[in-house]
């Protein structure tokens, strides 16, 4: 399967004449559009055509019809991939919070959304990506600089967006449990703390995810 799934990925990269992006990322037809999208990320690792195909969702994601084919195929499988170590990409794993952060959209999808994330696999994935947050800040107590604490790789913007997934999440009742199973209480506790200053954005998400699960 990974071999046809191969051809059938260059297949989908090739250019027509006197084009620059493949062409069926131009597909009339939404569906079309999508599963050449989810066999890209799926199976390429050209970082330059996964840009293009990040590109084109981020783009059919701003429509509420195109988000609810997309969660109905759970298109999340394929996005799994980017962020988990060790295959981590820095311009991916933006891309990918990017893309999670679209499908928060409010729609008749955001539920069986958030439920297909509401499992052991993403919880310890997203636990994670806190992880090297939280890494990259040090023992430091000084926040006038937080900027230059964070690694590399987290900036508080993109912290901010997890808050946001971590919100929706914490709607879902039957998630208390994954997310006291991976400490995550402490962790928006920390966050609540160290942040006031810097991002009330943040602050303000963390309080809210912490009144859901302490309610």
Known sequence: YSCSYRRLCEQILKCEKNQERPHLFDDNEPLIRLYACLIVLLTCNKIIDLIACYNQLRLDLNSKPFIDIFVQNYGIVSLYRWLRPPSHHKRLIFDTIDLLL???TDSKSL????KQLSNDT???LLYQLTQQ???GLGSSTNLSNIQLLLTPTFDLKTMEKLGILFE????????????????????????KQKFVN???????????????LEQ
Do not use: A, G
């Open 102 to 104: 679209l499908l928060c």
């Open 111 to 114: 539920r069986p959304f958030l």
């Open 122 to 124: 993403w919880f310890h």
């Open 133 to 135: 947050c939280n890494d």
């Open 168 to 191: 929706k999440l914490s709607e879902l009742t039957e998630n208390r449990r994954l997310f006291s199973k991976y400490n995550f209480l402490y962790i928006f506790k920390e966050w």
């Open 198 to 212: 810097d991002s009330p954005f943040l602050v303000l998400n963390m309080k809210s995810t912490l009144l859901n």
